[in-house]
């Protein structure tokens, strides 16, 4: 009998790398897909988009969302002053990741 898989376990230092991309990473390659004349899918590969929440195409162009940056800076903040497992955000990832171990059994 196969042993059953657990979810992947988040390691706060994870979380941590991601909070800090969020809050200090460029957002140059989300600004240059905007302008994506030229880029091919090679290109479109490669670019860093870890900033951003959300993508829209509308009629009059390309919509794009960022990550909210003072929220990342509080959790970052948190973080380092309670430890991973206080910040909210930290736990809904958990969870988050959780369900998707537990929807991921019974498929």
Same mark, same amino acid.
């Given at each position: 009998?196969?042993?059953?898989?657990?979810?992947?376990?988040?390691?706060? +230092?994870?979380?941590?790398?991601?909070? *800090?991309?969020?809050? /200090?990473?460029?957002?140059?390659?989300?600004?240059?897909?905007? /302008?994506?004349?030229?880029?091919?899918?090679?290109?479109?590969?490669?670019? +860093?988009?870890?900033?951003?929440? &959300?993508?829209?195409?509308?009629? +009059?162009?390309?919509?794009?969302? /960022?990550?909210? *940056?003072?929220?990342?800076?509080?959790? $970052?903040?948190?973080? &380092? &002053?309670?430890?991973?497992?206080?910040?909210? $955000?930290?736990?809904?990832? $958990? #969870?988050?990741? #959780?369900? *998707?171990?537990?929807?991921? +059994?019974?498929?």
């Amino acid at each position: 009998m196969a042993k059953k898989k657990g979810p992947p376990r988040v390691h706060p +230092d994870a979380v941590k790398r991601g909070y *800090r991309k969020i809050a /200090f990473g460029k957002v140059n390659d989300a600004v240059r897909l905007m /302008f994506r004349d030229g880029l091919g899918p090679e290109e479109m590969k490669k670019l +860093d988009l870890s900033s951003v929440a &959300e993508l829209k195409q509308t009629k +009059d162009g390309l919509e794009i969302k /960022f990550y909210d *940056r003072m929220k990342a800076l509080e959790c $970052l903040r948190e973080m &380092e &002053e309670n430890g991973a497992g206080q910040s909210p $955000l930290y736990r809904a990832l $958990l #969870q988050s990741v #959780q369900k *998707r171990g537990e929807a991921g +059994d019974g498929v």
